[in-house]
C-alpha cells in the first residue's frame, strides 16, 4: 500500500517562505516521479510542480515558476516542495502525488490523470 504524508504547511505573511515535505512509504521511492498540486477553495484541484524519478527533471505551473522548487531525497523517501516568495493567492491545500506507473528517466507528469496516489494535503495560508 503506497502511502504518501504531506508536512510544513501552515499560516505565512505574503512574501514569506515555507517548505513542505512529502514521506512516501510502500513503494520503490527512487523509481518514480512525484508531483505537487494544490486546491483552493471553490475552485479545482491544479499542477503546481512534478519531479523525475532522479531529481533530474522539473515541471512546474507558469504561476509558480521562479518563486516554488521541487527537490526530492531518494534516501530519506521524501520529496520537497520550497516555496519562496508567496502570495495570498498561493493560498490552498497542497498535496503530493504519486503516478501509477514508473515512466522514463524524463517522466514529469504534469495532469491530473497521470496520478494513482495522493497524500492527505497540508494547508497553506498566506496573509496580506
Known amino acids: 500500500q503506497v502511502q504518501l504524508v504531506e508536512s510544513g504547511g501552515g499560516l505565512v505573511q505574503a512574501g514569506g517562505s515555507l517548505r513542505l515535505s512529502c514521506a512516501v512509504s510502500?513503494?520503490?521511492?527512487?523509481?518514480?516521479?512525484l508531483g505537487w498540486f494544490r486546491q483552493a477553495p471553490g475552485k479545482e484541484r491544479e499542477f503546481v510542480a512534478s519531479?523525475?524519478?532522479?531529481?533530474?527533471?522539473?515541471a512546474y505551473a507558469e504561476s509558480v515558476k521562479g518563486r516554488f522548487t521541487i527537490s526530492r531525497d531518494n534516501a530519506k523517501n521524501t520529496a520537497y516542495l520550497q516555496m519562496n516568495g508567496l502570495k495570498p493567492e498561493d493560498t490552498a491545500v497542497y498535496y503530493c502525488?504519486?503516478?501509477?506507473?514508473?515512466?522514463?528517466?524524463?517522466?514529469?507528469?504534469?495532469?491530473?490523470?497521470?496520478?494513482?496516489?495522493w497524500g492527505q494535503g497540508t494547508q497553506v495560508t498566506v496573509s496580506s
Open positions: 502525488a504519486a503516478p501509477g506507473s514508473s515512466g522514463g528517466r524524463s517522466y514529469t507528469p504534469m495532469n491530473f490523470a497521470s496520478y494513482n496516489y
Open positions: 510502500g513503494r520503490t521511492f527512487s523509481t518514480y516521479a
Open positions: 519531479t523525475s524519478r532522479d531529481g533530474s527533471y522539473t
